[in-house]
Nanobody, 116 residues
Framework: QVQLVESGGGLVQAGGSLRLSCAASGRTFRPYTVRWFRQAPGKEREFVARYNWSGGSTYYADSVKGRFTISRDNAKNTVYLQMNSLKSEDTAVYYC?????????WGQGTQVTVSS
């Protein structure tokens, strides 16, 4: 079993930055991919970014491309989402998701609020 815990959310002014963390614990963490999603009030959950564990390639939603960066720290079993130039429309609960091929795990989410 894998547990994912997000942290790093908070309140920030438009144009500011935050770094979210997704820490994995439990059995050996070797997912195929780790993704960040977000869900704004009244909206469906949407994809934000993906990190492919083997090779380290990344992929971003058009809405965050050039502003967000996904990365990982092997030693800490942690995936980060660096968010720069934040906009009010980035306000949402952010979730990380790990896909091992046989199972998918979700964290509990962390709130990001961007004030304009």
């Amino acid at each position: 079993q894998v547990q994912l815990v997000e942290s790093g959310g908070g309140l920030v002014q438009a144009g500011g930055s935050l770094r979210l963390s997704c820490a994995a614990s439990g059995r050996t963490f070797r997912p195929y991919t780790v993704r960040w999603f977000r869900q704004a009030p009244g909206k469906e959950r949407e994809f934000v970014a993906r990190y492919n564990w083997s090779g380290g390639s990344t992929y971003y939603a058009d809405s965050v491309k050039g502003r967000f960066t996904i990365s990982r720290d092997n030693a800490k079993n942690t995936v980060y989402l660096q968010m720069n130039s934040l906009k009010s429309e980035d306000t949402a609960v952010y979730y990380c998701n790990a896909d091992t091929g046989s199972e998918r795990y979700w964290g509990q989410g962390t709130q990001v609020t961007v004030s304009s």
